[in-house]
């Protein structure tokens, strides 16, 4: 039970983005908000592929998230938001299914208070809450609530903008795991995009995480690369690939999202 846990969670970290992010394929935000009144709806799909060996097992993870948040500006510089992540899974152990199932995983809320801008530099906090509603016996959710806080910055040096994100995460978990597992982590990346042609963002950032597994100490580490095309400024589309850089991490997940603004 440990080592799904552990290995489910890691996939989930790396291949699913969970609350919205501001630029999609990244899993690094940025300080941008929706201005009072308006609002955006983020759909995405995240086909996540990982392989590893361990004792002679290897273990394969094939697993697809599919997204839906919804985000509302309270004020000019204030975000509420709420994600519905809906999760396909199959693992194998030596090519025989051992887990097999989707349904609606653990449901997101969170505020983000771009609290400072000077110039080009500009400073946000994003607290988040994850609501233990996916079913955890079929490793579909944590099975208790998760606490994030986020600082993020952007420098925005137009037609380039860079973003660094530090996050603190505290995550209970069910008895099953408990001893095993880590309950207070730490998460940061760095991303940059530049506008290459009217419209069109190439993309990129790496990332890394605290390891929730106590008996290792290898924080999973990725890198990210992609596409954002602005149809026009109530439309995005995007495309991107995440790599994982060490064992703990994901493989390979492919990404996909679109992202409709209004009024």
């Not at 590893?52 to 975000?79: H, P, R």
């Not at 771009?114 to 996916?134: D, Y």
Request: with cysteine; net charge negative.
């Amino acid at each position: 039970m440990r080592k799904l846990i552990g290995i489910m969670a890691m996939v989930g970290f790396l291949a699913c983005s969970g609350v919205a992010q501001a630029g999609h394929p990244l899993a690094t935000d940025d300080t941008g908000t929706q201005g009072m009144l308006k609002f955006q709806v983020e759909g995405t799909a995240e086909f996540g592929w990982h392989k590893e060996t361990l004792n002679g097992i290897t273990t394969k993870i094939n697993q697809q998230n599919l997204g839906l948040t919804l985000t509302a500006g309270v004020f000019d510089s204030l975000d509420a938001s709420i994600a519905f992540p809906f999760t396909i899974q199959q693992m194998k152990e030596n090519d025989v299914t051992t887990l097999d199932n989707n349904g609606l995983s653990d449901i997101t809320l969170a505020l983000k208070w771009r609290f400072l801008e000077l110039g080009p530099v500009s400073l946000a906090i994003k607290p988040t809450m994850t609501i233990p509603n996916g079913n955890e016996a079929r490793s579909l959710g944590n099975g208790r609530a998760i606490y994030n806080a986020t600082l993020i910055s952007t420098v925005d040096l137009k037609p380039l903008a860079i973003h660094a994100n530090l996050g603190y995460v505290h995550q209970e978990y069910v008895d099953a795991v408990r001893p095993g597992s880590r309950t207070d982590l730490w998460k940061m990346s760095l991303a940059g995009s530049v506008e290459v042609l009217k419209g069109l963002q190439v993309v990129a950032e790496v990332g890394t995480a605290t390891n929730n597994l106590k008996g290792s100490d290898v924080w999973p580490a990725y890198v990210t690369g992609g596409l954002i095309y602005s149809v026009n400024d109530k439309l995005d589309l995007d495309l991107g690939l995440r790599g994982g850089l060490n064992k703990p991490s994901t493989d390979l997940v492919l990404l996909t999202g679109v992202v409709v603004r209004f009024p």
